[in-house]
């Protein structure tokens, strides 16, 4: 079964304006963390934002915040005041806990981000 | 500190061939795992090292694939007797902590390309 699901192959999105990018998640592991990652055409992986499955409050990193929603098994990303720069495939990852003793980030296929000027 | 370094960024060989790639992680992390990306696809968990050990592996890697990490710094992934299906882009990603927070840094990636 796939553990990450990104429904949203391509975004687009005006510069300035605020995009939300979906990602759900499917796990029995009480325990978890969500990652977003960005990849532009250079193809390096760049960490933007994680969030604990425990955690009470959603992440915020600058212009990036996570919004949780645990029951809904969602993780999607927003990004406000969008920059040219912010063009890029966006990952959404899940590590599962410890008690399942892995230690790999399990990826989603991804949405690819267009911001137009 | 530059980051984590892969080489080559691209190589080109005939099917049947071996091929080798290089990581060198950040220095003072101790975990470096590889992993595989397809075009349209996120990338793929292929294997994990703790210092020296390789602890996990995926399924994923067949036995033509071997990677080590000999003295617990740099690592080398190496395919042997490369078929078409292995084209694609391998990235080295390194990190340093202890709990499900820590994030990892990610290599630009080898683009290996079977002709």
């Known amino acids: 079964a796939q553990k990450i699901t990104q429904t949203q192959p391509g975004m687009f999105v005006q510069e300035k304006e605020a995009v939300t990018l979906d990602c759900t998640y499917d796990?029995?592991?009480?325990?978890?963390?969500l990652f977003w990652y960005k990849q532009p055409s250079s193809g390096e992986m760049i960490f933007l934002i994680y969030q604990g499955s425990y955690d009470q409050q959603n992440a915020t990193e600058g212009r990036y915040s996570l919004n949780f929603q645990k029951a809904r098994k969602s993780a999607n990303l927003v990004i406000s005041a969008s920059q040219l720069g912010d063009s890029a495939m966006y990952f959404c990852?899940?590590?599962?806990?410890?008690?399942?003793?892995?230690?790999?980030?399990?990826f989603g296929k991804g949405t690819k981000l267009t911001v137009n000027p | 500190d530059t980051g984590v370094s892969q080489n080559p960024r691209h190589k080109i060989t005939k099917r049947g061939q071996n091929v080798t790639f290089r990581c060198d992680p950040i220095?003072?992390?101790?975990?470096l795992y590889w992993y595989r990306q397809t075009l349209g696809q996120g990338p793929e968990f292929l294997t994990y090292?703790?210092?020296?050990?390789?602890?996990?592996k995926s399924r994923l890697l067949s036995d033509r694939f071997s990677a080590e990490r000999p003295k617990g710094s740099f690592s080398t992934l190496e395919i042997q007797r490369t078929e078409q299906g292995d084209s694609a882009m391998y990235l080295c990603?390194?990190?340093?902590?202890?709990?499900?927070?820590?994030?990892?840094?990610f290599g630009s990636g080898t683009q290996l390309s079977v002709l």
């Open positions: 090292f703790q210092n020296e050990a390789q602890l996990e």
């Open positions: 990852a899940m590590r599962e806990g410890q008690q399942g003793g892995s230690e790999k980030l399990v």
């Open positions: 796990t029995s592991d009480p325990s978890y963390g």
């Open positions: 990603a390194s990190s340093s902590g202890q709990d499900a927070a820590e994030k990892l840094f």
């Open positions: 220095s003072e992390h101790n975990r």
